[in-house]
């Protein structure tokens, strides 16, 4: 088309449509025009409705089905010829139908896929025969409509489905973590009443056989006495430990934080178990770096340890020379180290020595007790901010360490 002086129009289209009102034939031809237009648009909007519906569905329920049966209904108004269009959506062994379906050969479908697997199909009929359009009666639009609806389901479907996994991984996993916490109350209701039938007739006899061992006259009777003594002394020590670990795993145990000076405690340790080292055929020297920080933690339970770890010692490496302990400060922690120079410890028996009721294997043989007691250094050490963990090769000794935090200086003030 031409302007009046011969040159290409650049009129568009709507401006041809306003020159079209003043014309004869021209006028027709715009109507006509104007009513396609109209109608497009119309199809359009007909088309938005529907991706906008959907969204409206899927903000609404959980559930697929719902969601599935929703937009089945909002399908055939999206359609050019709403009155006579049915639709369904097939999703695995399931149907979702408008109430008007059935199959005919006036039909359009897309596939369902979600993360590269075809889920199902979306389909749209019409029950009536109609013109001849881009896709038999089907505009070209209302393929990419279907289309836009297949891809979204498919997005919706793998997203509720991951929802639905995730919320069934986390009731189980809370039906895990209830009958977890049941079963470590039940273990702990079970140790306290274990402690209390072992603890009345303990006392009696720690009391009662310190007395006769005070109070015997010959000597032997006294020496015998005093192994009894010795022996409910320990065995009182193993009751409370086993006691303490159980309410340990369940965060009931409590520490008393304050600060406290680490060479003397050690230093009295060592006092206290030199007998017992005597016994065990070592010599435990005792290594301080100077000036060795004040620390803060629970005196009694890092005492705890530290006997412990000894009495490990003086069973695992008996005859195996000199037992170090030392103690290095830090900015933040002091390490104390435990070192021996006996059998060692294999790099698989390390991973399980801190878990609880670990017996480790000594000389190709599992060794006695209840396997608790580096279980409960651990649980105690680490209730006081610290950490514990352990070095060795076999044949070449072991050392444990463990640390307090130190007493900072503002602290102090």
């Given at each position: 088309m031409r302007d009046e002086n011969g040159e290409p129009s650049t009129r568009t289209g709507l401006e041809e449509l306003h020159r079209g009102e003043h014309g004869t034939g021209a006028g027709d031809a715009s109507e006509e025009r104007l009513l396609w237009l109209t109608r497009d648009l119309a199809e359009r909007v007909k088309e938005l409705d529907c991706l906008y519906g959907i969204s409206k569905v899927v903000d609404k329920t959980d559930s697929i089905d719902d969601i599935l049966q929703g937009v089945v209904a909002l399908l055939p108004a999206s359609w050019q010829y709403p009155e006579v269009t049915c639709a369904r959506i097939r999703l695995r062994k399931k149907q979702f139908e408008t109430a008007n379906f059935r199959e005919t050969e006036w039909r359009q479908?897309?596939?369902i896929t979600a993360n590269g697997r075809v889920l199902g199909r979306v389909e749209v009929c019409y029950l009536t025969r109609k013109p001849q359009l881009d896709e038999g009666p089907f505009l070209s639009e209302e393929r990419h409509l279907i289309h836009a609806v297949a891809e979204r389901l498919g997005k919706v479907i793998a997203r509720k489905q991951a929802?639905?996994?995730?919320?069934?991984?986390?009731?189980?996993e809370r039906h895990l973590r209830e009958g977890l916490q049941m079963e470590m109350?039940?273990?702990?209701?079970?140790t306290r009443q274990l402690v209390h039938e072992l603890k009345t007739p303990l006392t009696s006899l720690v009391a009662t056989s310190q007395l006769l061992r005070d109070e015997a006259r010959d000597e032997a009777l006294r020496k015998l006495a005093g192994y009894v003594w010795d022996s409910a002394r320990r065995l009182d020590s193993r009751v409370n430990e086993l006691h303490d670990l159980a309410k340990g795993e369940l965060g009931m145990l409590e520490v008393q934080v304050g600060p406290f000076e680490l060479g003397g405690l050690l230093q009295s340790v060592l006092d206290e178990t030199k007998a017992l080292a005597d016994q065990s055929g070592v010599a435990v020297e005792l290594r301080i770096e100077a000036p060795l920080p004040a620390v803060r933690g629970d005196a009694a339970r890092v005492r705890q340890v530290v006997l412990n770890l000894l009495s490990n010692v003086f069973k695992y490496a008996a005859e195996s020379g000199t037992v170090t302990v030392s103690a290095t400060g830090g900015e933040s922690f002091v390490t104390v180290e435990v070192h021996d120079q006996g059998p060692g410890i294999s790099r698989q028996q390390q991973k399980y020595?801190?878990?609880s009721y670990y017996a480790p294997v000594h000389r190709g043989r599992r060794t006695g007790g209840l396997g608790i007691g580096l279980s409960l250094c651990k649980v105690l050490?680490?209730?006081?901010?610290?950490?514990i963990w352990v070095r060795s090769r076999p044949g070449k000794g072991a050392s444990f360490f463990f640390t307090v935090p130190a007493l900072q200086a503002d602290a102090a003030t």
């Amino acid at each position: 088309m031409r302007d009046e002086n011969g040159e290409p129009s650049t009129r568009t289209g709507l401006e041809e449509l306003h020159r079209g009102e003043h014309g004869t034939g021209a006028g027709d031809a715009s109507e006509e025009r104007l009513l396609w237009l109209t109608r497009d648009l119309a199809e359009r909007v007909k088309e938005l409705d529907c991706l906008y519906g959907i969204s409206k569905v899927v903000d609404k329920t959980d559930s697929i089905d719902d969601i599935l049966q929703g937009v089945v209904a909002l399908l055939p108004a999206s359609w050019q010829y709403p009155e006579v269009t049915c639709a369904r959506i097939r999703l695995r062994k399931k149907q979702f139908e408008t109430a008007n379906f059935r199959e005919t050969e006036w039909r359009q479908a897309e596939s369902i896929t979600a993360n590269g697997r075809v889920l199902g199909r979306v389909e749209v009929c019409y029950l009536t025969r109609k013109p001849q359009l881009d896709e038999g009666p089907f505009l070209s639009e209302e393929r990419h409509l279907i289309h836009a609806v297949a891809e979204r389901l498919g997005k919706v479907i793998a997203r509720k489905q991951a929802e639905e996994r995730l919320r069934s991984l986390y009731r189980r996993e809370r039906h895990l973590r209830e009958g977890l916490q049941m079963e470590m109350r039940s273990r702990v209701d079970m140790t306290r009443q274990l402690v209390h039938e072992l603890k009345t007739p303990l006392t009696s006899l720690v009391a009662t056989s310190q007395l006769l061992r005070d109070e015997a006259r010959d000597e032997a009777l006294r020496k015998l006495a005093g192994y009894v003594w010795d022996s409910a002394r320990r065995l009182d020590s193993r009751v409370n430990e086993l006691h303490d670990l159980a309410k340990g795993e369940l965060g009931m145990l409590e520490v008393q934080v304050g600060p406290f000076e680490l060479g003397g405690l050690l230093q009295s340790v060592l006092d206290e178990t030199k007998a017992l080292a005597d016994q065990s055929g070592v010599a435990v020297e005792l290594r301080i770096e100077a000036p060795l920080p004040a620390v803060r933690g629970d005196a009694a339970r890092v005492r705890q340890v530290v006997l412990n770890l000894l009495s490990n010692v003086f069973k695992y490496a008996a005859e195996s020379g000199t037992v170090t302990v030392s103690a290095t400060g830090g900015e933040s922690f002091v390490t104390v180290e435990v070192h021996d120079q006996g059998p060692g410890i294999s790099r698989q028996q390390q991973k399980y020595l801190f878990d609880s009721y670990y017996a480790p294997v000594h000389r190709g043989r599992r060794t006695g007790g209840l396997g608790i007691g580096l279980s409960l250094c651990k649980v105690l050490v680490e209730l006081q901010g610290g950490k514990i963990w352990v070095r060795s090769r076999p044949g070449k000794g072991a050392s444990f360490f463990f640390t307090v935090p130190a007493l900072q200086a503002d602290a102090a003030t």
